[in-house]
């Protein structure tokens, strides 16, 4: 099925650690981004991307590390990983940004969230 | 700079009871979109309505309805004869259009909705 594939659903991680949450599309879409949803704190951007070889930081990039080598691909790494980073993580993927105005639509799918604790 | 504000935090109704769910956004471009996503226990984000800033009309799909006033700089969804199947987290969110935008959503904090049987 067509839409946007996260790996892990779950991960228990310890301070410190290291991992990579995989975000794959088979849409061909050109934009990308990782959200973290916090309690009472709503989806914050992470970091996105408008193209393979580009990418550029959100709104809460510290402490994560992205690349975008493919079309299909937007991992995003934690390279030392901390309590404050326990949440969970959505991927998501359209053809161009919300805001630019595609003829045909530009719907935005999401991952189904990646439930992350780090202990 | 872009901000989306959902003050109601939890909400909570008895079935059939009608529900609106505020929203107000601030922003500097005068060509934006509004979004509204529903977020149910089992966690996927469902997309329920965009709307930009150039169509005020208001919108009504089935129990749902949206008003949109560039007025206030509002843009409230209205459930109508809830049902427990809309208990959920429900949020607003705005991505800017003008030239230099990047054109990402941004999110209201979300609001929960609750209804009783």
């Known amino acids: 099925n067509a839409g946007v594939t996260q790996t892990p659903k779950f991960q228990v991680l310890k301070t410190g650690q290291s991992m990579t949450l995989q975000c794959a599309q088979d849409?061909?879409?050109?934009?990308m981004s990782w959200y973290r949803q916090d309690p009472g704190m709503g989806l914050r951007l992470i970091h996105y991307s408008v193209g393979a070889g580009i990418t550029d930081q959100g709104e809460v990039p510290n402490g994560y590390n992205v690349s975008r080598s493919t079309t299909e691909d937007f991992p995003l790494r934690l390279l030392s990983a901390a309590p404050s980073q326990t949440s969970v993580y959505f991927c998501a993927s359209s053809y161009v940004a919300q805001g630019i105005v595609k003829r045909g639509g530009n719907t935005i799918y999401f991952g189904e969230g990646s439930w992350l604790t780090v202990v | 700079a872009q901000k989306v504000t959902q003050a109601q935090t939890e909400i909570s109704v008895v079935e059939k009871e009608d529900v609106t769910l505020d929203c107000v956004y601030e922003t500097r471009d005068t060509t934006y979109y509004l979004f509204w996503y529903k977020q149910p226990p089992s966690g996927e984000l469902v997309f329920l309505i965009r709307r930009n800033s150039f169509d005020e009309q208001n919108e009504i799909s089935g129990r749902y309805s949206w008003n949109f006033q560039k007025s206030t700089s509002s843009f409230n969804f209205t459930i109508t004869a809830s049902q427990v199947v809309d208990s959920a987290v429900y949020f607003c969110a705005l991505s800017e259009a003008g030239i230099g935008s990047q054109g990402n959503l941004i999110f209201g904090k979300g609001t929960k909705l609750s209804v009783k049987p």
């Open positions: 849409m061909n879409h050109e934009y």
